[in-house]
């Protein structure tokens, strides 16, 4: 019996490198071409996002070596292509729950910033 998509490594890949849904439609469509590196501006037109974002996504991709077919990510890209092309809703909300997690986890490091009791300031200090 064949084992399915490595669901713990897409969900990796997302928590790490894969936090957009920009970036999402970049490695599927990069993938999709054979991993041809085609150009940006061709990329952008074919998911139908714009250049600037497309060329920032994918040079942050490229330099975390999601493009590398014996890169770190190869096996999770591969199991989210996999997934993608199987059941694109459980991939979008892995996505959604990643990004999620983060945001909750930034709105509760600055809470908590809010509350942190500093030592009150000395009549000599420059910052008085």
Known sequence: MSEGPDVEGVRELFREVVDSFE???????????????????????AI???????????????????????GPWASSVAAMVQMYDVDRIQVLNLLTKSV????????????????????????GDPDA
């Open 23 to 45: 970036k999402l439609e970049i490695v599927v469509h990069v993938v999709r071409a054979g991993s041809a590196l085609a150009d940006i501006a061709d990329i952008a037109k």
């Open 48 to 70: 139908s996002l714009p250049l600037n974002d497309v060329e920032q996504a994918f040079r942050q991709l490229g330099a975390a070596g999601v493009f590398d077919p014996s």
């Open 100 to 123: 999620l997690d983060r945001v909750r986890g930034q709105a509760a490091r600055v809470f908590a910033n809010a509350f942190v009791i500093r030592p009150s300031k000395k009549k």
